[in-house]
C-alpha cells in the first residue's frame, strides 16, 4: 500500500511537472519572453512543488497560512549562517513570484498589491544572485537567480497565464479556494479549505496582504 502511494505521487508530480513545463513554454512565447533552460527548469520546479498546498502553506499559531514576506525576510536577516540566510531568500523569492503570479487578482484587492511583492522578490533574487557568485558551487544558480530578479516582472505575467489552465489536481483547487476565501470571505471556500486540512483564521488575510 505504501508503495503504491508512492508510486501515485511520482506519477502525479511526473504529470505536474509535464503540465507546468509545456504551460510555461507555452506562455513564454506567447507572450516574446526569452529565458534561459536552466532558469525555465528553476520555474517548473518551483510550480510543481508548489502546486502542492503544504510546500506553500506553513503552520503557525493560527493556523495554515501562507507566512507574510516580512517574516520571511526575518528570517533572513537574523540567519545564523550564509546558507541559512540564502534558504530564507529563495523562500520568499519564490512566494513572492508564485503569488504575485498566480494570485494576481487576489493582489490587486488587498492593501499591498502585487508591486510590494515584485519589489521583495525581485530583490531576494538580485541578492542571491550576488552571494551565490562568489562560489564556483554557486555560480549556476546565480546566473538563474539574476534572470529571475531581471525579469521578475515578465515572469509574473507569465505566471498569471499559466495560473489561468490551472486546474490539474486537488491541490491546486485549494490554492483556487485559498485565493477566494482572501479575496471575498467565502465561507463555503473556508469550508472547502478546513476539508483540506486548511484552517483559515480571522487574521490570516490581514496577515497576507503584509
Known amino acids: 500500500m505504501a508503495t503504491n502511494t508512492r508510486d501515485e505521487q511520482l506519477i502525479t508530480e511526473t504529470s505536474l511537472q509535464e503540465y507546468f513545463q509545456t504551460s510555461l513554454s507555452d506562455a513564454l512565447e506567447n507572450q516574446?519572453?526569452?529565458?534561459?533552460?536552466?532558469?525555465i527548469h528553476y520555474v517548473v520546479g518551483l510550480l510543481t512543488s508548489f502546486a502542492r498546498a503544504e510546500k506553500l502553506f506553513d503552520h503557525?499559531?493560527?493556523g495554515m497560512m501562507i507566512r507574510p514576506l516580512a517574516l520571511v525576510y526575518a528570517d533572513a536577516v537574523e540567519g545564523k549562517?550564509?546558507?541559512e540566510r540564502n534558504r530564507a531568500l529563495r523562500r520568499l523569492g519564490d512566494v513572492a513570484l508564485f503569488i504575485s503570479g498566480i494570485f494576481s487578482q487576489s493582489l490587486n484587492r488587498c492593501v499591498v498589491d502585487v508591486d510590494y511583492y515584485v519589489s521583495m522578490g525581485g530583490s531576494a533574487y538580485s541578492y542571491l544572485s550576488?552571494?551565490?557568485?562568489?562560489?564556483?558551487?554557486?555560480?549556476?544558480m546565480s546566473g538563474i537567480y539574476d534572470e529571475l530578479a531581471s525579469k521578475f516582472v515578465a515572469f509574473v505575467d507569465?505566471?498569471?497565464e499559466v495560473s489561468e489552465g490551472a486546474n490539474c489536481s486537488n491541490d491546486i483547487d485549494v490554492?483556487?479556494?485559498y485565493e477566494i476565501w482572501l479575496r471575498t470571505g467565502s465561507t463555503r471556500a473556508a469550508e472547502r479549505l478546513r476539508a483540506a486540512g486548511i484552517h483559515p483564521s480571522t487574521n490570516a488575510s490581514?496577515?497576507?496582504r503584509h
Open 60 to 62: 503557525t499559531p493560527d
Open 130 to 140: 550576488d552571494t551565490m557568485r562568489a562560489t564556483n558551487r554557486g555560480r549556476a
Open 158 to 160: 507569465v505566471l498569471g
Open 175 to 177: 490554492l483556487r479556494q
Open 32 to 39: 516574446k519572453v526569452k529565458a534561459g533552460a536552466d532558469t
Open 206 to 208: 490581514s496577515r497576507f
Open 81 to 83: 549562517t550564509v546558507d
